[in-house]
């Protein structure tokens, strides 16, 4: 499977080209065609995005790395070969596959952790959210840590205002969501600290946003909140018992006639845009070039709340970028094979896996432009 990957570089380049997007507009997959584009904001890209494709099965992965993008270059690398594996072992994808998936990344990230703590011991507080989505036999799993998100398209033929629905099908592990605020309380009611207003959110100790993760192994363990190493270089945080956790909430569902496409994407886009305007985004344009159709009216709106314009921000380096809006990873999939047509542009002997860049190099060119405009509060 691993031998079956490769790294596409293709680029929306030209003069007034964004140097930090990058894209694929349309390619092929058993059960329709997909699209993926990714812009980086941080100075390095803590996002990745990957999608996997053989006439039996469809995986789609975002993962959204926080304090570096160690987690989430570890989980693009990790995390497709253990569902492939346990899928072939038990004779296909299921609820339990997708958790033993899961736990398999967490475990290995772990060890690598311990390996590198006295050479590198800021690992121990790099974390990824972790979106999974796959088709399969005509049912859909998704599979969730974090706050990425899953949303389905879906013909409205009952509503006069709208031909198309946003349907979630992921649920946010963030702890600005109330219900998410109670289950972490609820799991801690020795701890009235367990998640505190702070720098204008709600946080898991005043850290983390996220209640759960892959990595992020300092406020998992206690142990290494009391390792000398950690101690003088990392950021301890005195635990009685994990704070978060690494286990995915999943969703499966036959798919169905009337369900037309599926947006898997990072929280930098869900902050930007809801779910019902990125779905009349896809349904009212051609399906080309899809994603980057997304990321761009993220971006649009994230120059709306300070006044710019999207000429302005695409102008800005990486690192000062992030100032404005966060990474973002979008992939769509479109959902065609259930409804009896077949995709006749994928090869039933087709097998590939289609990896955005591990970090976005820069084409903008001119410093004094892009100094000037870095200096925007």
């Known amino acids: 499977m691993l031998r079956s990957c490769y790294r596409p570089f293709e680029r929306c380049l030209g003069r007034r080209g964004d140097g ?9 997959h058993a059960s329709g065609d997909f699209s993926i584009a990714v812009v980086q904001a941080n100075s390095s890209l803590e996002d990745q995005g990957q999608v996997f494709t053989s006439p039996s099965a469809t995986y ?41 998936a899961f736990d398999a990344t967490e475990e290995e990230f772990l060890h690598l952790v311990k390996r590198s703590l006295p050479a590198h011991p800021q690992i121990a507080s790099v974390g990824s959210c972790c979106l ?46 109330e219900e998410v605020r109670r289950e972490v ?51 301890p945080v005195p635990l009685k018992r994990p704070v978060i956790t690494s286990e995915p909430s999943i969703l499966i569902r036959k798919l169905r006639p009337q369900d037309l496409f599926l947006i898997f994407a990072s929280d930098g886009l869900w902050e930007q845009l809801s ?25 649009q709106e994230a120059a709306k709340k300070r006044e710019m314009i999207y000429d302005d921000i695409k102008q800005i380096g990486k690192g000062i970028r992030r100032h404005f809006h966060d990474d973002i990873t979008v992939i769509v999939v479109y959902l065609d094979h259930h409804r009896g047509s077949s995709n006749r ?19 903008n060119t001119d410093e004094t432009r892009k100094n000037r405009l870095s200096s925007i509060p």
């Open 132 to 177: 999974v989505g796959a088709i399969s036999n005509g049912v859909l799993y998704v599979a969730n840590l974090g706050d990425s998100r899953a949303v389905l398209g879906r013909r409205n033929p009952r509503e006069e205002r709208s031909a198309v629905a946003a349907e979630r099908l992921s649920t946010d592990h963030n702890v600005a969501v």
């Open 20 to 28: 930090l997007l990058w894209h694929m507009d349309l390619k092929p």
């Open 275 to 299: 779910d019902e305007a990125a779905v009349e985004i896809v349904f009212n344009n051609p399906r080309v070039g899809i994603a980057k159709r997304l990321v761009r009216a993220a971006l």
């Open 60 to 100: 789609v992965g975002i993962y959204d790395g926080h304090g570096g993008p160690e987690a989430s270059r570890f989980v693009n690398n990790n995390l497709f070969p253990h569902l492939h594996k346990f899928a072939t072992e038990q004779g296909g994808l299921s609820a339990d596959v997708i958790k033993k």
């Open 345 to 363: 542009r994928f090869k039933h002997s087709t097998v590939g896996c289609t990896n955005a860049p591990v970090d976005i190099f820069t084409l």
């Open 185 to 235: 309380e609820a799991l801690h009611p020795d701890d009235s600290h367990i998640v505190v207003y702070t720098r204008g959110v709600w946080r898991i100790k005043g850290i983390i946003q996220v209640s759960r993760s892959i990595g992020d192994v300092y406020l998992k363990k206690p142990e290494f909140n009391r390792d000398p190493i950690y101690q003088q270089f990392g950021n």
